[in-house]
């Protein structure tokens, strides 16, 4: 059933994003020792990655959006889950993330978690400032280290 992976599967698919991208992000951090801008920034990325998967429910939002809307009865018709209403249209927006189911009583729902666009503003953000301060960093210092390598 499509409407139980859309209600629990982006939790439970972020969640495990983030258990299966520890590991390698740990042994990262253990061998190569980077900055901390440089680790917060790929934290920032994984946060916005996961946040926009999970906005979009991870893809159904292109592929087929009624199914996130409503439950398809042997009619053919999408209803509600109380089945009350039928669906009239889904609207889909690819950024920032947003899914809004309209209802025959006129009311529209939206779809997509609560907090997937704050996580996806926040993991963005973190994002860019980290990535500007290691350029800043880079420029202060003048050289890379792999320009002395270089020159020998």
């Given amino acids: 059933m499509v409407s139980m992976f859309a209600m629990f599967g982006p939790i439970a698919i972020t969640l495990l994003l983030y258990v299966v ?4 992000y740990a042994l ?15 934290i920032g990325i994984a946060a916005a990655l996961a946040a926009y998967g999970a906005g979009t429910v991870y893809g159904l939002a292109f592929t087929n959006p009624l199914d996130i809307c409503g439950d398809k009865t042997g009619g053919g018709v999408y209803m509600d889950v109380a089945r009350k209403y039928d669906l009239t249209s889904v609207d889909v927006d690819s950024f920032p993330p947003s899914v809004t189911c309209h209802w025959t009583s006129g009311y529209s729902t939206e779809v997509v978690w609560f907090w997937a666009l704050p996580l996806l503003y926040a993991g963005l953000t973190c994002s860019v400032v980290c990535f500007t301060l290691l350029l800043i960093n880079r ?14």
Avoid: F, I, Q
Avoid at 28 to 42: C, D, E, G, L, Y
């Fill in 21 to 24: 991208g520890a590991v390698p």
């Fill in 28 to 42: 990262w951090v253990t061998w190569r020792k980077p900055s901390r801008p440089a680790r917060w920034a790929v």
């Fill in 139 to 152: 420029h202060k210092r003048g050289r890379t280290p792999y320009d002395y390598e270089l020159e020998a």
